[in-house]
C-alpha cells in the first residue's frame, strides 16, 4: 500500500461515517486535488448536480435492523450515483408513506425479525400501507430486495409481503424480488445490477447528472473490518462466571482490539468467525461415506471437501430447506413430505446437525451435492459486554456455551465452543457489526430502564460502564434474570459496583429457580409498575436484550399491562402506545 498505516487510519478516520453523497464529492475533491500534482491524470469527474431537464428520480427505502439492509441500500445508491442516476435514499423510519402517491419509482430493500416481522423502524410504514388508508399506486414501479435468514419459518416474510401489497394497490413491478438468505452479498449485488440495468442515467434522461467516482463508494469499506477481512483479536482473559452446580456455563472473554483501529458503540455486535469442530467434520464424512479429500466447488473456489467443511459451511444447524433439498438429492419421499410440512419435525430440526440427518436419512451424496446442500458457515454474533470509554483498546463477551443431548449424542454450539476452547495469547477473528437500533439516548441524562435475562445483560455492562465512563450518575434502572442467585447471577460484583458509584441507580433481580414458583424479569416489572410508568412518563428508554421467543415477549405484555394499570389505557392505546415507543426508537429490542 502506498499509505503508511498511520496514514491510513488518518484517511479512514477522516471520511469515517460520511454518506456515500458525500464520499462521493469527496472522492472528486481528491482527484481534483491529485491533478495539480500531475497534469497527465485524467480529469477528475466533479461530484455536483448540473440542473437539466426532467429525470427519473429512484427513491431507495431501507428497513433494517442491524445494519445489512441498509448497507445494500446505500452500495446501490452508491452505483446509482456512480452511473449518474438520480437516486435519493431513506430510512422507513423517516418516510411518509403518503409520499408514496408522488414518486416514480422506488426500491426497497428490507430484512425480516421477530417472527416475520418488520423491523422496528419499517413498523409503523408497515401499518400504514397494510390498513385501508393507504393509496392507489397506479402510477409507482417498484422492486424489492428482501433480505432474511432461511433457518426462520418465515423467511423473507416482510419482503414478500411489501411486494405483494405493493402490488395489490397497483404498483407496477420493475423486477422480479429477490429473497436473500444469509449470504446476501452475491445475489444483492447481481440485483443492483439489474436495477442499474434498467435505470436511466441522468443524462440519458435528460435531467440532473451526479458525476462521481464510483471508487469512491468503496473507501467506505476499506476501513473497515469484516468476516472476508477480519481483526485477528489475541484473547486475553477468559473467565468462567457460573458456579459450580449450575446448569450453565457461562464464560466471560477479553479480546484485545489494540491496533485494529477499531472503533464501536455501546449496543454494537462482534462477529466471530471458526471453525467447525474437528471431530463432527469427521463424523459427517464418515456418515456420508466420503473420504474428505474430493476436490469440490465452494463459491467458484476449488477446495478439498474437508478443508469445506471444516471452515466454510454450517454443519450444526439444519432448516427445512435444505432438508427438503437433501430429500430431493436421496429421492427420499417420507423425508420429503415431512420437510415440507411445517408442523412436523419442528422440534428435531431445531436440535438436529449434519450428523443426525445423514445418520436418520443415509443416502449416498457426492462430495459436491453435500457441500451444496449445506450453508455457508456464518460468523457468530455476540452482543459487546465492554465499553469503549471504559474498556480501551478491548472489546469484551459474555458467552453461554451451548451444549445438549440429543438422539444420544452430545451436540456442541459450534461459536461459542470454539470460544471457549480459544486459549489466552491465541486470535480470533472478529469484526464489528454496528447495532444502530440499540443505542443509549443521544441525552447522556435520559432515564434508562435495561431488561437482559442470561446473556443478555452483555449490553448493558457496556451502557453502564459507558455512562459511568462519561460521568453520568443514576437515572438508569436494571432488570436481570438467571436460574439461581448462588451460582448464575453473571457479574454480580460489578453491578454492586456500579450501584455504589451511582451509575446504576436500581437494580431488580429475578431468580426463576430459588423459590417454588417461578420468578422472571416480566414479574419484577410487573411488580414495580407504578414506578415503571413514572419512569416512562419521564422519559425513560426501554432496552430488551435476551430471549426472543418467551422473554422479550412476556415483558412485551408485562409493558402493555403496565399501561393499562398505571396508565389508565384501554388495550388498543396501550398497544398503540408501544408502538409509538418503538417508533421513537424509546424502545429497542436485540433479541434472538
Ligand atoms: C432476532 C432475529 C429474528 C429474525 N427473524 C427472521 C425471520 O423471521 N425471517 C427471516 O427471513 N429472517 C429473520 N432474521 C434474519 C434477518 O432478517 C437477517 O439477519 C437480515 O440479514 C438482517 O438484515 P438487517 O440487518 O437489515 O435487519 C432474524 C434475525 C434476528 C436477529
Not at 500500500?1 to 496514514?7: A, I, K, N, R, V
Not at 472528486?28 to 491524470?41: A, H, I, K, P, V
Amino acid at each position: 500500500m502506498l499509505l503508511s498505516p498511520q496514514q491510513f487510519q488518518q484517511v479512514s478516520g477522516a471520511v469515517r461515517g460520511l454518506t456515500p453523497a458525500q464520499l462521493a464529492w469527496v472522492s472528486g475533491y481528491l482527484s481534483g486535488l491529485t491533478r495539480q500534482f500531475d497534469e497527465t491524470l485524467p480529469v477528475a469527474p466533479a461530484a455536483f448536480p448540473v440542473a437539466g431537464a426532467a429525470t427519473l428520480k429512484t427513491t431507495i427505502l431501507y428497513g433494517s435492523q442491524t445494519g445489512n439492509s441498509k448497507k445494500v441500500a446505500e452500495q446501490l445508491l452508491a452505483r446509482l450515483h456512480a452511473q449518474g442516476s438520480e437516486a435519493v435514499l431513506a430510512n422507513l423510519k423517516d418516510y411518509r408513506p403518503q409520499q408514496l402517491k408522488k414518486e416514480q419509482r422506488i426500491v426497497a430493500v428490507i430484512s425480516t425479525h421477530g417472527n416475520g416481522e418488520p423491523p422496528d423502524d419499517a413498523r409503523a410504514f408497515f401499518n400504514f400501507l397494510q390498513g385501508e388508508r393507504a393509496p392507489r399506486l397506479d402510477s409507482l414501479e417498484y422492486a424489492v430486495l428482501a433480505l432474511g435468514d432461511s433457518s426462520y419459518e418465515e423467511f423473507c416474510q416482510t419482503g414478500q409481503a411489501l411486494d405483494q401489497r405493493l402490488a395489490e394497490l397497483g404498483a407496477q413491478r420493475l423486477l422480479e424480488r429477490v429473497d436473500c438468505d444469509v449470504d446476501f452479498a452475491a445475489p444483492a449485488s447481481d440485483w443492483q445490477q439489474q436495477l442499474a440495468g434498467k435505470t436511466p442515467s441522468a443524462l440519458e434522461s435528460g435531467g440532473i447528472h451526479f458525476h462521481v467516482n464510483p471508487v469512491a463508494a468503496q473507501v467506505a469499506q476499506a476501513n473497515e473490518y469484516t468476516a472476508s477481512y477480519p481483526f485477528r483479536a489475541e484473547l486475553l482473559n477468559s473467565i468462567g462466571l457460573t458456579d459450580t452446580g449450575s446448569d450453565k456455563d457461562v464464560l466471560h472473554l477479553e479480546l484485545s482490539l489494540e491496533d485494529s483501529g477499531i472503533h464501536y458503540q455501546p449496543g454494537d455486535i462482534l462477529a466471530v468467525s471458526f471453525d467447525n469442530e474437528a471431530a463432527l467434520v469427521d463424523e459427517v464424512l464418515h456418515l456420508a461415506g466420503l473420504p474428505g479429500s474430493e476436490r469440490v466447488q465452494v463459491s467458484g473456489v476449488e477446495t478439498d471437501l474437508y478443508s469445506a467443511l471444516r471452515h466454510q459451511r454450517e454443519l450444526t444447524s439444519v432448516t427445512r430447506r435444505q432438508l427438503k433439498a437433501y430429500a430431493e438429492l436421496i429421492t427420499h419421499p417420507e423425508l420429503l413430505a415431512a420437510a415440507q410440512d411445517k408442523t412436523v419435525l419442528q422440534d428435531w430440526l431445531y436440535a438436529a446437525d449434519w450428523a443426525d440427518v445423514l445418520r436418520e436419512f443415509a443416502g449416498k451424496p457426492s462430495a459436491q451435492q453435500l457441500v451444496d446442500v449445506l450453508r455457508p458457515l456464518q460468523p457468530r454474533q455476540y452482543s459487546i459486554a465492554s465499553s469503549p470509554e471504559a474498556h480501551p483498546d478491548e472489546v469484551h463477551l459474555l458467552v453461554k456455551r451451548v451444549e445438549y443431548a440429543f438422539q444420544g449424542r452430545e451436540h456442541l454450539g459450534a461459536g461459542s465452543n470454539w470460544l471457549a476452547r480459544l486459549q489466552a495469547g491465541e486470535a480470533a477473528s472478529v469484526h464489528v457489526k454496528p447495532n444502530p437500533n440499540f443505542k443509549l439516548p443521544t441525552d447522556p441524562q435520559a432515564k434508562v430502564i435495561m431488561i437482559g435475562a442470561g446473556t443478555g445483560v452483555a449490553p448493558f455492562r457496556s451502557f453502564l460502564f459507558e455512562r459511568e465512563a462519561q460521568g453520568v450518575k443514576g437515572n438508569s434502572w436494571l432488570f436481570f434474570g438467571e436460574q439461581h442467585f448462588r451460582t448464575d447471577f453473571l457479574y454480580q460484583t460489578e453491578w454492586q459496583q456500579l450501584l455504589a458509584s451511582g451509575a446504576l441507580e436500581r437494580m431488580s433481580v429475578a431468580f426463576s429457580r430459588d423459590q417454588a414458583e417461578k420468578i422472571y424479569v416480566q414479574h419484577r416489572l410487573q411488580e414495580s409498575g407504578a414506578d415503571v410508568w413514572q419512569w416512562l412518563q419521564q422519559g425513560a428508554h426501554i432496552y430488551v436484550c435476551g430471549d426472543m421467543n418467551r422473554m422479550a415477549k412476556d415483558v412485551h405484555q408485562a409493558l402493555l399491562q403496565i399501561a393499562v394499570q398505571h396508565g389508565g389505557k384501554a388495550e388498543e392505546e396501550a398497544s398503540a402506545w408501544l408502538e409509538q415507543l418503538v417508533s421513537e426508537r424509546r424502545y429497542q429490542r436485540d433479541v434472538y
